[in-house]
């Protein structure tokens, strides 16, 4: 059971590049969310889809689009990345049960240079 | 603004003692999340407390939730090195179960000999 998919796990962009982090799930969760963790921040929600062809913004979405692709998959997209985006980025689905938890993948680490 | 907030930031603990880490939140919530994440790994789910008074235990480890306060305890018992990592705390923005989740700046623990 894979559960939550990121790609790629590590990056290195130029500013002002763009790139697209992907994200899939396999446990059929309606809800999936984009978190980003920068050192002594904890972890800060950009955008998150609560079902599929919905998406809303968090805490921090400047800079980012996402798009939920179906029920599976739910891209982050840089269109112009800024060193500031230097981060750890976490995907996330939640199912309707199990009171809520989030299930998290293994990460991007990204650096902007 | 939903505020979340954790301490201590840093724990240093001795083998075989007890400790408690404290997370605060600012608004009403009816449910409290706790996360463990090993360096350079992902978060992983640790307990859910879905009402007051919750509490729940796994191993050396026991949450608690108390909502009139808006306070949330992790309490560790005779602590082992394999309890060394940061722990997060994390509340829903929305008081609910939407998975908006807002998330303390962690406490990073770590167990000597």
């Known amino acids: 059971n894979a559960g939550v998919t990121q790609t790629p796990k590590f990056q290195v962009l130029k500013t002002g590049q763009s790139m697209t982090l992907q994200c899939a799930q396999d446990?059929?969760?309606?809800?999936m969310y984009w978190y980003r963790q920068d050192p002594g921040m904890g972890l800060r929600l950009i955008y998150y889809?609560?079902?599929?062809?919905?998406?809303d913004k968090g805490e921090v979405p400047n800079g980012y689009n996402v798009s939920r692709l179906n029920k599976r998959e739910f891209s982050l997209r840089l269109e112009s990345a800024a060193p500031s985006q230097t981060s750890v980025y976490f995907c996330?689905?939640?199912?309707?049960?199990?009171?809520?938890?989030?299930?998290f993948g293994s990460g991007t680490q990204l650096s902007v240079l | 603004e939903l505020k979340v907030e954790q301490n201590p930031l840093f724990l240093s603990m001795q083998e075989g003692k007890n400790y408690t880490i404290y997370c605060n939140y600012s608004?009403?919530?009816?449910?409290l999340y706790w996360y463990r994440q090993d360096p350079g790994k992902s978060l992983e789910s640790l307990f859910v407390?879905?009402?007051?008074?919750a509490v729940k235990q796994e191993g050396r480890l026991m949450a608690s939730l108390d909502t009139k306060a808006r306070l949330s305890t992790l309490h560790i018992t005779a602590a082992v090195h394999d309890l060394s990592a940061t722990y997060f705390c994390?509340?829903?923005?929305?008081?609910?179960?939407?998975?908006?989740?807002?998330f303390g700046k962690g406490t990073k623990l770590s167990v000597k000999p």
């Open positions: 996330a689905s939640r199912g309707d049960n199990l009171g809520g938890k989030l299930f």
């Open positions: 446990m059929n969760h309606n809800s």
């Open positions: 889809s609560a079902s599929e062809g919905t998406t």
């Open positions: 608004t009403t919530s009816d449910r």
């Open positions: 407390l879905l009402s007051n008074g």
């Open positions: 994390a509340v829903d923005k929305y008081g609910g179960s939407q998975g908006n989740l807002i």
